[in-house]
């Protein structure tokens, strides 16, 4: 039997064998694509290239670190010379590249070192989980090939678990249109030097490119992102930038994905184009591929075809339990054929869910048995009630936030009410606008218990410069008591946790479609330990 098949029949392997004749055509395209990404026989065999020479820099795309833990953290980068050509201007064939991480900036006190193989497979990509670190301590690390030497990253180990820890500084960003402005606000999060970044998603625009009106126009007209290469050329577009590259360097991130990762407002295998699902799992597969590529993460979040296991949880000491959510793999097509509807009754189904019947177990699972001061949601979508509608008698709700599936949020309220779990913050991004508001049980009553506390992270550019409040938003803030604040400028925001309080500082800035915007705090806002309530710092 040749190797080709004998994969192929690995694959079915994975398979239920006694309903093999029956098995979907969705779980065939999932076995096939998993294969295809591997499979370590001869599909992919290749001589390593032995003495790489470049003509250009192959760091073009910079370094990040992600994901940390006590002991480590993932290095990443892409071997790349020519990264907007297909390959990455890179042959079809595995080179090695070395690794070092130093106690020192200079690199002059090396602590940990090795070799790794990027493969063609993965775009010559590289992910290096790194162990045997001190806990809470400033690292840094540098990537060498063929001669060049990458650009030095610093990443952070988190503290040990369950020890005290007096201060964590967190950034909270997303939604970086490349064609809507200048990512200034990465260098603001550069200089802030956090102990870790949450990206919520929206990393890259799906759509098409080369908009006469953009204030940075793509390098001409560039369609809508289908395959791999689609795929692979935003992601190197978008890291080209420098001010991206220097916030990736300055401290490790967690990332997450939303919708534009992959097709606007997609839901499980449910695209607004309606795709059938095995096509639109085709799609799925190459997106994700593209995303892990391009991404500081784990090998456990090396895609399985159309299938990513996204949602995770980290641990800083004993002060926060860090649930990474999913809220796209998993959930149903979105009521009323989605967008923003006025009274759509199928928003209120008892079936609706966000996370799917697995990850909400996991989750409330982790209520009861990982006990932190703070129990932060890190995730895409608002959480709370947003109606849009300045108009008192009137509603208008986003199907795709969790105003669409509400007993999905009832549920988890419920869960977080049983397991008596306090001190819940919940980081969201997705709607281009900064807020801040208390999750009440009952929204519609402002006497109801708080849950917890939702900050929402504006963009980084997209929908341009935006302005800071106006009528219209102050309508909708009365209707809403329970939102505490509002903006719609870009940014990002600061998050400084201690036993005693969480405060975030909102940064924005005063312009993005211009390069050198401005960088203020718009608003600093506290929760105290034990107070689910928003107060001014």
């Not at 050509?85 to 070192?113: F, L, Y």
């Amino acid at each position: 039997m040749s190797d080709r098949f004998a994969a192929c029949r690995d694959v079915f392997a994975h398979l239920n064998v006694d309903r093999f004749a029956t098995v979907s055509r969705r779980t065939l395209l999932r076995g096939l694509s998993a294969s295809a990404l591997t499979t370590t026989g001869s599909f992919f065999t290749r001589s390593l290239w032995g003495a790489p020479a470049f003509l250009a820099n192959p760091f073009t795309l910079g370094v990040a670190s992600g994901d940390p833990t006590p002991e480590g953290f993932v290095l990443w980068t892409k071997v790349a010379p020519n990264p907007l050509e297909r390959g990455g201007g890179m042959p079809a064939r595995p080179v090695e590249v070395k690794w070092a991480v130093s106690t020192r900036d200079n690199m002059q006190q090396v602590v940990r070192e090795g070799t790794t193989v990027a493969h063609p497979e993965l775009g010559h990509a590289v992910h290096v989980e790194v162990d045997q670190l001190e806990p809470e301590r400033d690292y840094f690390y540098q990537f060498e090939i063929g001669g060049e030497r990458s650009p030095v990253g610093r990443s952070r180990t988190l503290p040990p678990l369950g020890a005290p820890v007096r201060q964590v500084r967190i950034g909270q960003v997303g939604c970086q249109s490349y064609e809507d402005g200048f990512f200034t606000a990465y260098r603001g999060v550069a200089d802030e030097q956090f102990d870790f970044v949450f990206h919520y998603g929206d990393y890259i625009y799906e759509s098409r490119m080369g908009r006469s009106s953009s204030p940075r126009a793509a390098a001409g007209e560039v369609g809508e992102a289908f395959t791999l290469d689609d795929y692979r050329y935003r992601y190197s577009l978008y890291q080209l930038d420098p001010d991206l590259q220097a916030a990736h360097a300055s401290a490790p991130f967690v990332v997450s994905f939303d919708d534009h990762e992959v097709s606007n407002d997609w839901a499980g295998f449910w695209n607004e184009a309606g795709a059938l699902a095995e096509v639109f799992a085709l799609r799925r597969a190459a997106a994700f591929q593209a995303w892990y590529e391009h991404m500081p993460v784990r090998k456990a979040q090396l895609p399985h075809g159309p299938d990513v296991q996204m949602y995770r949880r980290l641990v800083v000491g004993d002060l926060i339990a860090m649930n990474v959510l999913d809220t796209r793999q998993f959930r149903l097509p979105p009521a009323c054929g989605g967008d923003y509807k006025r009274n759509c009754a199928e928003a209120f189904e008892t079936r609706r869910t966000m996370l799917g019947e697995t990850q909400e177990g996991w989750l409330y699972d982790g209520f009861k048995t990982t006990r932190h001061l703070w129990t932060m949601l890190a995730q895409q979508v608002p959480m709370m009630r947003i109606d849009v509608a300045p108009d008192p008698s009137r509603s208008i709700l986003s199907m795709d936030m969790w105003d669409g599936a509400t007993a999905a949020r009832d549920r988890l309220f419920g869960a977080i009410e049983d397991s008596k779990t306090g001190n819940v913050i919940v980081l969201s991004g997705d709607i281009h606008s900064n807020w801040a508001g208390e999750l009440k049980k009952d929204f519609f009553d402002e006497r109801s218990a708080t849950l917890g506390v939702e900050f929402i992270a504006t963009s980084i550019t997209t929908n341009g410069d935006g302005h800071d409040i106006k009528d219209n938003d102050r309508k909708r803030m009365a209707k809403q008591p329970y939102v505490k604040f509002f903006n719609n400028q870009r940014g990002y925001a600061c998050h400084i946790v201690t036993p005693a309080c969480w405060e975030v500082d909102f940064r924005v800035l005063d312009k993005v479609t211009v390069p050198g915007g401005r960088i203020s705090t718009r608003m600093s806002l506290v929760v105290e330990n034990g107070k689910s309530a928003i107060a001014q710092a």
